[in-house]
Structure formats: structure tokens, C-alpha cells
């Protein structure tokens, strides 16, 4: 039965990873390690043929997708949709200085992880809402296809956790990787398989988004 295939990248490492925080859809750059774990997994990808790259349009996920599309002869199709989950206020801080500063959002969140909404961002839910429909685009646009999509933690855990059929309060239970590879089949019957998860490059690392 004819698939799209999708090569799901999460971008490398960034600066100030040593510390629990939230990016979010803030411009973070990218840390040496991780422009060298962009480059492998453009690596990892140069002999598969590919129909189309697709990123978010944050520059940690573009530098790696600009570098496939260089090396598949493509453009980049670039999605603000397809941006980290958008935590308003929370942007740019750490994990401890929200527990300090919003201790009351920081368990409300806790105790209802998609339906919570940080202040001046979004829900779980309302990422998940933005980023179902690029997904089923793309697949639309490339049926029996191989594309890459260049995103981030958050929104691969997404993807990952509806291609097996799982609810997004369990977006924690799949470990994302910077600098790593998913590969996922969407079968044209509206099945999908998911036939490699948090695949590692030499370079990828477990530190936290």
C-alpha cells in the first residue's frame, strides 16, 4: 500500500541547554555541537532521495533544513505552524525561576499539561491544533513521497504521539534528542507506522529543550 514517508528531525543543541528553560519560539542559536549535529543529520540523510524539506521557521530548525535542501538539489517549504509551543511569558526562562516567579501556573500546568495556558502563549492543545493541519498538508502534497520536516521537541512529540495513536498527556513519555531522526509511514488508509523514534546521530545528546 502506497505511504508518504517522513524523515522527523528535531534541530541540535542550543545555547544556554545547560538549564532547564523554555525556548519557546524565541531565536535561540545554536551551540558549535549543534550546528555539527545539523550537519549529521543532513549526513544521515543525503542518500535518501526526498521529494520535498519542510521546516519551522525558527533559525535552530532552518539552519539543518536549509543544509538537506542543499544537498537534495530543493528549497525549503519554511511553516511558521510548525514553531515550538508558544509559552508566552515563560519564554527564555528557566524551569526554576517560573517555579519562583508563577508557582501557581507552574502546578496548574502540572496537574493539566494540555489544556493549561501560559500566560500570553498557548495550550498543548492549541500547538497540536496548529499542528495537525501542516502535517496532514503534507501529506497531502506528497503522496507515496519521502519528505523531511526540521522541527522541534515539543512539536514532534505531537507528531509521534498521533501517528501511534497516543494522547497528548503523554507528550513527556517520548524522549526527543537533540539532533536526532524519527521516521514515520502515513498509509493512505489513514494508518500510520512509526518505524524509527529518537534516532541518534554520533553527536546527538539527552539535554533538556
Known amino acids: ?90 519564554e527564555g526562562r528557566t524551569w526554576e525561576e517560573l517555579k519562583t516567579a508563577y508557582p501557581e501556573d507552574w502546578q496548574a500546568r502540572l496537574r493539566d499539561l494540555v489544556n493549561f495556558q501560559v500566560p500570553g502563549g498557548e495550550s498543548l492543545q492549541d500547538a497540536a491544533d496548529r499542528i495537525r493541519p501542516v502535517l496532514q498538508m503534507i501529506c497531502e502534497q506528497n503522496p507515496g513521497g519521502k519528505v523531511a520536516l526540521v522541527a522541534h521537541g515539543g512539536v514532534n512529540r505531537i507528531i509521534l504521539l498521533d501517528a501511534i495513536g497516543a494522547p497528548l498527556e503523554q507528550v513527556f513519555s517520548i524522549e526527543q534528542d537533540y539532533g536526532c531522526v524519527n521516521v514515520i509511514d502515513y498509509y493512505a488508509d489513514g494508518n500510520s507506522v512509526v518505524r524509527l523514534l529518537n534516532g541518534r546521530t554520533s553527536l546527538a545528546t539527552s539535554e533538556p529543550a
Open 1 to 90: 500500500m502506497q505511504c508518504t514517508r517522513l524523515f522527523l528531525a528535531r534541530h541540535g543543541q542550543v545555547e544556554g541547554h545547560e538549564q532547564k528553560r523554555y525556548n519557546g519560539q524565541v531565536n535561540v542559536p545554536l551551540t558549535s555541537l549543534g550546528e555539527d549535529q545539523s550537519r549529521l543529520v543532513c549526513d544521515w540523510l543525503a542518500d535518501k532521495p526526498l521529494d520535498a524539506v519542510y521546516s519551522s521557521d525558527l533559525d535552530r530548525s532552518l539552519l539543518c533544513a536549509e543544509m538537506i535542501a542543499a544537498c537534495h538539489g530543493l528549497a525549503v517549504n519554511c511553516c511558521e505552524s510548525l514553531r515550538e509551543l508558544h509559552v508566552g511569558d515563560w
